[in-house]
């Protein structure tokens, strides 16, 4: 019993290290849009070519936010290694959810941020069909990524295989059937997390409001 915890244990840490290289990458890319939103829709002002550079850069990446998702097929893979509900239950599950959890919440307050700057600059209206282009745009990068294998800086380093291989494959019955429920599943979760987002967001300011007025009362 003894000898077959301690394979056990073994097999699940082996597990997590080789998980923990790839997670901590797509994490990485995953925040890579989210500290662009906030560069460009929270302090800065559009206009200048850096600016642009910087908006099509944030594009470029924001599906590797998304993307996350999709790693749940690693999650079956791991399943099947470790063979122990309790580990599955209490080590494993729990790390999938916060790394999924975390990309796809980066993916939320880069639009919430997107959305702010649209509603700053008087364009409050463009933000339903903004964040819905997003997620078509996001459905095709996270299908591009999948199955093509295709990256963020392929943009630089193949536009070419992009322009030809990328918008051929999409054209596809099969392709875009995923890309259809990609989307789906993006304009859903989406609509949901930015809701509870913004919900955690606006109870702390107002209880900082509320611990405000206490402090002036006293």
């Known amino acids: 019993m003894k000898t077959e915890v301690i394979e056990l244990i073994t097999t699940v840490i082996q597990v997590l290290q080789i998980n923990m290289r790839w997670m901590t990458w797509n994490l990485f890319l995953a925040f890579i849009p989210l500290a662009l939103s906030i560069w460009l829709f929270r302090s800065k002002r559009g206009g200048s070519w850096i600016w642009w550079l910087g908006f099509l850069s944030f594009y470029a990446f924001l599906p590797n936010a998304p993307y996350l998702l999709t790693d749940v097929i690693h999650l ?4 099947r290694r470790v063979q122990s ?3 599955i239950t209490l080590v494993l599950i729990p790390v999938y959810l916060v790394v999924i959890l975390g990309g796809f919440e980066a993916y939320v307050i880069s639009l919430i941020n997107l959305g702010y ?7 409050s209206k463009w933000i339903f069909a903004v964040e819905l282009i997003t997620h078509a745009l996001s459905a095709v990068g996270i299908y591009w990524g999948r199955f093509l294998r295709f990256n963020s800086w392929d943009f630089i380093t193949q536009p070419d295989a992009i322009i030809t291989k990328g918008v051929e494959e999409i054209l596809g019955k099969q392709p875009l059937v995923i890309i259809t429920l990609t989307f789906i599943i993006l304009w859903c979760l989406h609509w949901f997390m930015k809701r509870v987002t913004l919900g955690f967001v606006n109870q702390g300011v107002n209880s900082q409001a509320n611990d405000h007025q206490i402090q002036n009362i006293g």
């Open 85 to 87: 509900v309790w580990m």
């Open 117 to 123: 700057y649209l509603h700053r600059i008087g364009k």
């Open 76 to 79: 079956i893979d791991d399943i």
